[in-house]
């Protein structure tokens, strides 16, 4: 087994490197962007390599990846499974494998205290390919802070050369990837499969917010097509009002614009969520039986957000935009989950959709956005 040297040439997805005591944290949002971010729940999503993958050419029968992972926990609900580190070769998922060791960090939802225990680095080994050249994925658990500490094959490593269009998206937790079985079976995994892109997921759990430093750095940031989900977050937040709300997404695609003129942008209003539908956040977690759920607790009133103005405030700014726009679109949230769907696939906490929902929900954004007017070929 030889190491072999974790590169920027050898990862997909992240947009920055942090060296740490370890070997490398990858990041979500450059450094520009965490120096101007105090929020806690950002800064943790945003180091979860959701849609983070290694991806290199090799004839390699098998690789060894150390890493130093950090398992989140809730106090009082049942331990989350570990992290799954999912293979692809030639494109194809040909296993899923986790890794020992790590970090545990508990988080107390009642009064936001964490404890951390720190753990040893740990292993994933991937044995039994077959040696002739291919093309390997190893995507990072979605939801694990993961720092690479070290890389080993029996045969030499090459960068693997695509010349598929990027296509970055940000979004939410359900964009992160939520309660999605695996890192490259979250929806916007499945749906850069069915779309043949390479992704960038800016999804980050709890935080799309409209922060100008998220749009610089969307801005800032080689892609040929664009996506943006909007609205779940600042309603469940109860973070602002309509008066703020509409110069707000303003804002944030003049900031994109600034850097992509004419790059194809498509705006996601929310899927359906019943809790939220017509009744204004904060939304906040509880235990019942030992299950987590989610219930929106705000009162409705004049300007309060909800799911039903955000998505008529969106088509009418994306309506409105595109006139002067012809690569804006829209996309209604509930095309890709709607009230058929909740009957048969209920979202199990109330706000987030399961593994199968994920799957259904990039089936769905494959077949209507990547067909679409927005996903047609641009010089």
């Known amino acids: 087994m030889v190491t072999i040297p974790i590169t920027a040439e050898l990862l997909r997805g992240a947009l920055d490197l942090e060296p740490t005591a370890h070997g490398l944290l990858p990041h979500r949002l450059p450094a520009r962007a965490r120096a101007q971010n105090t929020d806690g729940q950002l800064a943790m999503a945003e180091s979860q390599p959701s849609g983070v993958r290694l991806v290199f050419r090799t004839a390699a029968t098998e690789i060894e990846l150390d890493v130093l992972r950090t398992k989140l926990a809730w106090e009082g609900t049942p331990p989350r499974p570990d992290g799954v580190y999912d293979l692809l070769v030639n494109g194809r998922l040909a296993a899923q494998v986790s890794a020992s060791g790590g970090n545990l960090l508990t988080l107390d939802m009642a009064t936001g205290a964490a404890e951390l225990i720190p753990g040893p680095v740990g292993t994933v080994h991937i044995t039994g ?10 995507w990072l658990p979605h939801r694990e802070r993961t720092e690479l500490v070290a890389l ?67 801005r800032d940031t080689p892609a040929e097509l664009i996506s943006l989900k909007l609205g779940i977050n600042l309603v469940n937040h109860d973070l602002m009002r309509l008066r703020a709300f509409g110069p707000a997404v303003h804002g944030f695609l003049d900031t994109i614009r600034e850097g992509h003129p004419d790059t194809p942008l498509l705006v996601v209003s929310p899927i359906l969520c019943p809790i939220h539908e017509h009744t204004p956040g904060p939304c906040l977690p509880e235990l019942i039986s030992g299950e987590l759920k989610f219930r929106a607790t705000g009162e409705p009133g004049p300007g309060k957000l909800t799911l039903t103005t955000v998505r008529e405030e969106l088509a009418r700014i994306t309506t409105e935009r595109a006139a002067q726009d012809p690569n804006l679109h829209y996309l209604d949230g509930r095309e890709l989950y709607g009230e058929a769907d909740l009957a048969e696939l ?16 990039g089936d769905r954004f494959g077949t209507l956005a990547f067909a679409s007017a927005w996903a047609a070929h641009h010089p």
């Open 152 to 218: 080993r094959a029996n045969a030499p490593v090459q960068p693997s050369v695509s010349s598929r269009r990027t296509w970055l998206h940000h979004g939410s937790s359900i964009s992160h990837g939520s309660d999605a079985a695996s890192p490259s079976t979250t929806w916007p995994g499945v749906a850069a499969a069915h779309g043949r892109v390479e992704l960038i997921n800016l999804g980050f759990s709890g935080s799309a917010l409209l922060d100008p430093f998220v749009a610089r750095t969307i």
């Open 129 to 138: 390919l077959s040696p002739e050249p291919k093309d390997l994925e190893i």
């Open 346 to 361: 209920p979202l199990p906490d109330d706000l987030h959709p399961d593994a199968a929902t994920h799957q259904r929900i």
